[in-house]
């Protein structure tokens, strides 16, 4: 593994043993697990706190872009275990959105909204004469989409290196082909309209949390290490007694499920879908997310996902008419799209491990960091 | 003679029109310590990858601990007790040491995922037990200071001894040491000895490994199998193959200057 | 299907597989060399479209002006992608060229869509692709001839030039190994430089071509005839040149037919080269003429 050489340019080389943030010689971490869990609850209900203000107080666009931004930081987080953890890069999560997306409208959708909408050719039977609640569609969504990136597997983790990520990019589009096609069950081109408005701050914040959950708890344990050892060297994890198609299969599986859900909510959120929204352009803005939070660092794809999503936002200056300097700049539509690839070429050559490399979150670096807590004497 | 550990019956492996490990027959009796020598390419490291299921081969038959295992996945030929450490170096480099021993005992893991995300008690008390005994197996190999450290940071015979580390992790019947000394110290060199020795003696694992050190492998080796071309050309306890004509024509043919002397 | 429903169909996919096999071309020369999947070769020949576009629209040019300077320009356009966005990552893990190489694709992409508009162009066809031929059932577009003719011509010059020029043959000693390369005494550096000029000139001259077809250009037009030309690519075993035409052949073929045969499958049309990929990679992983899949 070469290092690399922009590396100390990163905040990466502050977090590097004997690095200014360097957590030291801290007691290891299961000796103090209980509190650490103690301040994840507090933090959580810290959080719980911010998010009830906030859908008191901010305005309608605020509370909008933050559940966008939760719905993304669970996609890059869940993009993130295949991708980053366990080194396989691959491009469909698209797909796994589209197919999450699609499995629950078509579950909560009344029978006369789909009647409505079906104009083209009628849905099939069963799916038009029912509906049932959001949260059981949610885990059937997922549980679907884990049950569609398992049988792709099959085939996909034959390869490896680049041709996984055309094969995945193939899936990606084969899906999306699809979506347009079947008309009797997706609606074709037009897609579904009228989707309830369900998701909110506690939807989508609640899944991150869960997503988090899931994934950093398999990360932190003997799973997690299997997985980064395939990343670092498969052939030598599979001497060690790691199979490592199964374990691919696990993260790929595992972060399909979430994805799956992601997408439910994020159809119940914008209302409306079509194949257009699930092009392979989804999946780029989740590579941005993930390569600039730092490839492998969950913590960097929550910090990426909000990053994308406010500083997105704030983008959109570039695309509006402004004055600057008493000269009249006319507003360049797409611009925005140009910058995030910049930042993504950018980012490759010049910081290629992202923010935060493949650094994570704990406790006890940020109690370290602040000068307190047990070792940090030390 | 016991059954043998693991047993070879005409091993043949080609690549494209090179044969590079012809009709090798071997018995690796239990607990036994063991060489593999032989000149550059001669097809040790191939042997191996053959062993260890890395590559298949084309002809032949393995046996381990009366298992056929040709066709098996790595990963499974390694939870049946077989280990091996690489030639050229590989292990996790961004992990840290402790890690890179964990991950060996993850394939004897019972506990599913589920159990592992949710820690159940099962898990647990597994994790815990991984944890006390990746302790014990840096403190054999002397690696205890260095554990937080990433592997691909450490010196290159501490590297050496870390993949012999995580290859005691998976808690092996055989190890395969593939050039274990190259590039160690003297002092490296004499303290590995020990371990190797250490490794059979009281943990009970039969040892077979590749060495060009000839000096270490005479006065380690009570078995030495000589390979050249693929074939098997002596094998015998140390002071007969080293007077074997057959391997000193071998060593001399392919011009290497580390000669057979002891 | 009769006779000459089948001839027809026949020089139809001849005409789409040689358009596939000028772009799997520039993929597979990259790939042999670089072992990266050049993500931006569709971008690329999007811009030489408009770049053949301002000349024979806006500068009046003759078409084969017009396509001569197009490639040109290509050709220094992949030379720029080369060495601003590879080049630095010649020694990096191959998956960071390969984002690299993804992030390049879109900022073509986008670029395009500021600077040209999303609105489609008009690529007019010259009168002689023009003609309608028609012999007895069978009706032809003239173009429909010429696209596989104009292909045979590039592509026996090409393979003129890489086995019998000192360049040509440092490309293919590149793509086996760097040491032979050092020892013919040229720097690899311009040898990909070359390779790269190479690859974009002729996705420009397929571009093209594929242009008049249509007729029209557009900013994401590059994006499929990209992705499934580089399936042709490894259809035919990446990194080879013969088989990059041969692949590209057989996916034009496949397509056209499946369209012929199946017309309630039309529609799924643009999934057939993955299904096509994901099945040879399960059953022929090293493709029609390649050889062993690198891992
Ligand atoms: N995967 C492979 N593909 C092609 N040739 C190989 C491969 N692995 C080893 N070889 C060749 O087989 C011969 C034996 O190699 P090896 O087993 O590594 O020798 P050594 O005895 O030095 O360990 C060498 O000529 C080597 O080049
Ligand atoms: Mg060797």
């Known amino acids: 593994m070469p290092r690399n050489p922009h590396e100390k340019f990163g905040l990466t080389a502050l977090l590097k043993p004997g690095g200014l943030l360097s957590p030291g010689a801290l007691p290891p971490a299961h000796q103090t697990r209980r509190r650490d869990t103690m301040l994840t609850i507090g933090a959580c209900l810290l959080a719980a706190l911010g998010l009830w203000l906030l859908e008191g107080h901010a305005s309608g666009y605020v509370v909008h872009l933050t559940c966008v931004g939760a719905i993304f930081a669970t996609l890059a987080v869940s993009y993130n275990l295949i991708n980053g953890v366990t080194g396989q890069f691959s491009l469909e999560p698209n797909a796994f959105v589209a197919c999450g997306a699609y499995v629950t409208a078509l579950l909560t959708l009344s029978p006369a909204e789909k009647e409505a909408s079906f104009i083209l050719e009628p849905l099939i039977w069963p799916l038009s004469a029912f509906s049932i609640p959001l949260l059981p569609a949610l885990v059937i969504a997922g549980l679907l989409t884990a049950l569609m990136a398992f049988l792709m597997g099959f085939p996909v983790f034959r390869v490896r290196g680049d041709y996984l990520a055309i094969v995945t990019l193939g899936f990606g589009e084969v899906i999306r082909v699809v979506a347009n096609n079947a008309q009797s069950v997706t609606n074709g081109p037009l897609g579904l309209k009228g989707i309830p408005h369900i998701t909110n701050l506690w939807w989508s914040w609640g899944l991150l949390a869960v997503c988090l959950f899931f994934i950093v708890r398999l990360v932190h344990s003997s799973y997690g290490r299997a997985l980064m050892a395939i990343r670092e060297d498969e052939t030598a994890a599979e001497a060690m007694g790691i199979n490592a198609f199964w374990h691919k299969m696990l993260a790929f599986t595992l972060s399909a499920f979430f994805e799956g859900v992601a997408g439910g909510l994020l159809a119940h959120l914008i209302t409306t879908i079509s194949p257009s929204l699930f092009t392979f352009f989804l999946t780029f803005n989740l590579l941005i997310i993930i390569v600039v939070g730092g490839l492998g660092s969950t913590t960097g794809a929550v910090l990426g996902a909000f990053l994308f999503t406010y500083g997105g936002e704030w983008l959109r200056v570039v695309e509006e008419p402004m004055q600057l300097m008493g000269l009249d700049i006319p507003g360049i539509p797409g611009m925005r799209m140009v910058i995030f690839s910049l930042i993504l070429v950018g980012v490759m050559i010049f910081l290629r491990r992202g923010i935060l490399g493949r650094h994570d979150f704990s406790w006890r670096w940020l109690l370290a960091s602040l000068g307190l807590g047990r070792g940090s004497k030390a | ?262 | 299907m009769d006779a000459a429903q089948l001839t027809q169909q026949m020089i139809n996919g001849l005409t789409l597989g040689s358009l596939y096999a000028l772009i799997a071309i520039g993929y597979t020369m990259v790939y042999g060399i670089l072992r990266l999947i050049n993500f931006a070769h569709g971008d690329v020949l999007m811009v030489g479209c408009y770049f053949a576009w301002f000349g024979a629209v806006q500068f009046g040019l003759p078409w084969w002006v017009a396509l001569m300077g197009s490639m040109a320009l290509t050709a220094a356009l992949g030379v720029l992608i080369d060495q601003g966005a590879y080049r630095p990552l010649r020694q990096a893990p191959r998956i960071s060229a390969l984002i690299t190489a993804i992030g390049v694709s879109f900022f073509l992409e986008n670029l395009g869509l500021v600077v040209f508009g999303g609105r489609p162009k008009a690529f007019a066809r010259p009168e002689m692709f023009n003609h309608i031929y028609q012999w007895g059932e069978v009706r032809v577009l003239s173009l429909s001839i010429w696209v596989p003719i104009l292909t045979a011509i590039i592509l026996a010059g090409l393979i003129l030039f890489i086995h019998r020029t000192r360049m040509g043959m440092a490309m293919r000693a590149l793509s086996r190994d760097l040491v032979t390369v050092q020892l013919m005494g040229i720097d690899p550096n311009r040898i990909i430089a070359a390779t790269f000029a190479l690859g974009s000139a002729l996705a420009a001259a397929g571009g093209v071509l594929w242009a008049m077809k249509y007729p029209q250009i557009n900013p994401l037009m590059g994006v499929l005839p990209g992705l499934k030309a580089f399936v042709a690519a490894v259809l035919g075993g990446i990194g080879n040149v013969t088989g990059a035409m041969l692949g590209g052949l057989l996916l034009g073929m496949a397509e056209i037919m499946l369209v012929a045969l199946l017309p309630e499958l039309a529609g799924y049309r643009d999934a057939l080269a993955f299904v096509m990929l994901i099945g040879i990679l399960i059953f022929r992983p090293t493709g029609i003429m390649g050889e062993e899949l690198p891992e």
């Open chain 2, 1 to 262: 003679m016991s059954q043998p550990i693991l047993q070879a019956r005409g091993l043949t492996v080609r690549f494209g029109g090179l044969t590079a490990v012809d009709r090798v027959e071997l018995d690796l009796p239990e607990g036994q310590l063991a060489g593999l020598i032989g000149p550059n390419g001669a097809g040790k490291t191939t042997c191996f990858n053959l062993f260890t299921g890395r590559i298949k081969p084309n002809e032949g038959k393995l046996t381990f601990a009366g298992q056929p295992i040709v066709g098996l996945r790595p990963s499974r030929i390694n939870q049946l007790g077989m280990a091996r450490t690489f030639q050229n170096i590989r292990l996790f480099g961004e992990l840290s040491v402790l890690d890179n021993v964990l991950v060996g005992f993850h394939g004897g893991l019972k506990s599913n995922f589920l159990s592992a995300i949710l820690r159940l008690p099962g898990y647990v008390a597994e994790e815990r037990g991984m944890q006390r005994r990746a302790g014990e197996i840096l403190e054999l190999t002397g690696l205890t200071r260095l554990r937080d450290e990433p592997a691909g940071s450490l010196a290159y015979g501490q590297q050496r001894l870390l993949e012999i580390a995580r290859a005691l992790a998976t808690d092996p019947k055989l190890i395969l040491l593939d050039e274990p000394a190259a590039g160690m110290n003297p002092q490296e060199t004499t303290g590995l000895a020990a371990l190797v020795r250490r490794l059979r003696d009281e943990l009970g694992v039969t040892v077979l490994l590749i060495e060009h050190d000839m000096r270490f492998v005479m006065k380690l080796c009570e078995q030495i199998t000589v390979l050249d071309h693929g074939k098997v050309i002596a094998r015998g306890a140390p002071h007969q193959v080293q007077r074997d004509p057959a391997v000193i024509q071998a060593y001399l043919g392919a011009g290497e200057g580390e000669g057979v002397a002891s």
